[in-house]
């Protein structure tokens, strides 16, 4: 598991062929608007000319077309700049992030909780956590199923073992990946922006359905287009100004609706624009694994649907013009035209559109758990089990560098439950918690662990490592931590299976009473089925041992050598014997040497 150069010349290779790209798309760009001003002169000088020789007008109405055409390329064309530079830009921060550097993606800060059973003992999220290591969402919604992912494993093995041969599919399929997050990047997301679409679907219908107005739209319309042709053979446009003024009457009766509606809908429409563009990814490609197949499945009639919407979101938008607004509220209650196309659509797709969101959010987290294994090639697919048995060969902590990390290896099950682990200060006990706690819960998320293999069963997991005190819910360090295995005990004696985590056991009482307390809780925990760490400076901790088979005494120790405190962080079985607190007293001077 050592670092890969290679996917640094790789990521940075893509880079530079997306940049290579953008230049040539950039190019293009700068042509047709050159040709765009030219052809703007030519239909000038045509119109000029025109009146003079009129067969200039059909030339003049080619041109146009062609100009029309060339707006066109012009748009697609920057949408494609724009995704290329997307492009260039993930594959800029994946070289960053190979060398180190993951302070570019979103650390999921908000989603710290200190009443969690493990996230916040394990860093899941925050700064420098577990979620910014995996974290390649693009999305809000995605974000927060990421979120879920890591803070809530999968219970069944059937669910674990079907997404990871979605991870391990997805992996690689690099260029999938990354355009995906180019996609979601184009239009800025906020957080309650997919809300709101979702509230629209609550809103009551007052055109589609209503018979007092949907004749309107048909008896309003064809009155105008009457009154119209009256004025051109007549002459006589009264007709016509009554019946539009009646159009624009009925149009601000309800403009205080339509502009609601608008609100919701209407000022989404980059958004949709972008969901479209991911269904449509999603549904060529040829995926395998029934997670995958199931996303491109579901794929279709959303992208169908969406791009509907679409149209009839971009039709609303075009009331904002205030030209186009005068002329077709005027002739054909334009307003409430693009009301009912809309709420049309609402009724027939209310029921769906919830999920269709669901599905983009769903390949938007797996995307990052099939980009953890493709950065951490030397990382393994985890093997279950039904039997109590937790083990792992060279395991080691997946945010840790490669070029730091010590591995350590982990066997478990009837006969070792329960692991009283001693040690020096700084020696690393509390990251040997950590690492094991952190693969299990990524085990049970369905990636892949930070060890050469990995196997265990399905458990949940509970720690006590960071107990705080709080001000505001009254309450001291001492009751947090009893609180916290207060919980504990209470789910073993509801029959459920754990992994737990527990760092310096009854830290804020005396030490007799912390012993003696230690060792009834140990007691209690080794008499049912589950795994614990019990990480301790109280090495008398260590007797319990001759008195429970199942439970077995490591350390990590430290060495004194040329004047220097020296850590191997390797876990060796027994209890430690080593002391360097009063040698790091003394070296700093903070107490005399004797």
């Known amino acids: 598991m050592t670092p890969s150069r290679d996917l640094v010349s790789f990521y940075t290779g893509r880079k530079n062929a997306f940049e290579g790209q953008c230049r040539k798309v950039e190019e293009r760009i700068t042509t047709i608007s050159w040709i765009r001003v030219s052809l703007i002169l030519i239909a000038g000088c045509l119109a000029y000319l025109g009146f003079d020789y009129e067969y200039l007008w059909i030339i003049l109405a080619g041109v146009l077309l062609l100009f029309a055409y060339f707006v066109r390329k012009h748009g697609q064309l920057n949408s494609e700049k724009r995704l290329l530079q997307n492009l260039t830009r993930i594959n800029d921060l994946e070289v960053k992030a190979q060398q180190g550097d993951h302070s570019s993606f979103d650390d999921g800060a908000e989603f710290v909780d200190g009443h969690h ?72 997301e906020r957080k309650a922006d997919q809300q709101r679409i979702l509230d629209w679907l609550t809103l009551p219908t007052f055109v589609y359905g209503n018979r007092n107005k949907t004749w309107m739209l048909v008896v309003f319309p064809t009155a105008a287009l009457l009154a119209l042709l009256y004025w051109i053979i007549a002459g006589s446009i009264g007709p016509f100004i009554a019946v539009a003024l009646t159009q624009w009457a009925i149009v601000g009766f309800h403009a205080r609706r339509t502009m609601l509606l ?69 002739v ?19 029921d769906h559109l919830a999920g269709w969101l669901k599905t983009i959010a769903e390949a938007d987290s797996l995307n990052s758990l099939a980009s953890f294994a493709f950065n951490h090639p030397g990382f393994v697919l985890p ?86 005190d709080s001000i505001n819910e009254h309450q001291s360090y001492f009751y947090a931590e009893l609180q916290r295995l207060h919980g504990i005990v209470q789910s073993l ?13 009854l830290k804020g009482t005396n030490s007799t009473d912390k012993l003696a307390g230690s060792e009834e809780l140990v007691t209690q925990l080794v008499s049912h089925r589950c795994f614990a760490l019990v990480a301790t400076h109280d090495v008398a901790l260590g007797a319990m041992a001759e008195r429970h088979a199942a439970i077995q005494n490591y350390h990590f120790e430290a060495r004194i050598q040329n004047d220097e405190l020296i850590f191997d962080y390797r876990l060796r079985p027994g209890v430690s014997t080593g002391k360097n607190a009063t040698f790091l007293m003394r070296k700093m001077g903070i107490i005399r040497s004797p």
């Open 262 to 330: 608008h609100e919701y809908i209407g000022n989404q429409r980059s958004l949709l624009e972008k969901f479209v563009a991911h269904y449509a990814l999603l549904e060529k490609q040829d995926f395998r694994s029934p997670l995958a197949v199931e996303l491109n499945h579901n794929s279709h009639e959303a992208q169908q649907q969406i791009r509907h919407l679409v149209s009839r979101s971009r039709a609303l938008d075009l009331r904002l013009n205030a030209i186009a607004n005068f002329l077709f509220n005027s």
């Open 332 to 350: 054909v209650l334009y307003d409430l035209q693009c009301v009912y196309r809309l709420e049309q659509w609402r009724e027939k797709n209310r």
């Open 493 to 505: 004696n509801e029959g459920r299976q754990l992994l737990i985590l527990l760092d310096e056991i």
């Open 383 to 468: 093997e279950f089990t039904t039997d109590l048995a937790l083990m792992g060969e060279d395991l080691g902590h997946p945010l840790i560098p490669a070029t730091e990390r010590v591995c350590n290896d982990l066997a478990m099950n009837d006969g070792s439950s329960l692991w009283i682990i001693t040690g020096a200060n700084m020696a690393g006990k509390s990251t040997f918690l950590r690492a094991v706690g952190v693969n299990v819960v990524i085990a049970l998320a369905g990636s892949v662990v930070c060890a050469r293999r990995f196997v265990c069963p399905l458990m949940e997991v509970h720690s006590g490592m960071r107990n705080t």
């Open 117 to 188: 059973p493990y996230t916040l003992d394990l860093d899941i999220f925050g700064k420098g956590s577990l979620f910014q290591r995996f974290n390649r969402t693009c999305s809000e919604p995605g974000k927060e199923r990421l979120a879920t992912i890591l803070s809530s494993p999968l219970h069944e093995i059937a669910a674990i073992k079907n997404r990871q041969q979605t991870v391990a599919e997805l992996s690689a399929l690099v260029d999938y990946r990354q355009e995906f997050q180019a996609i979601g990047m184009i239009a800025p």
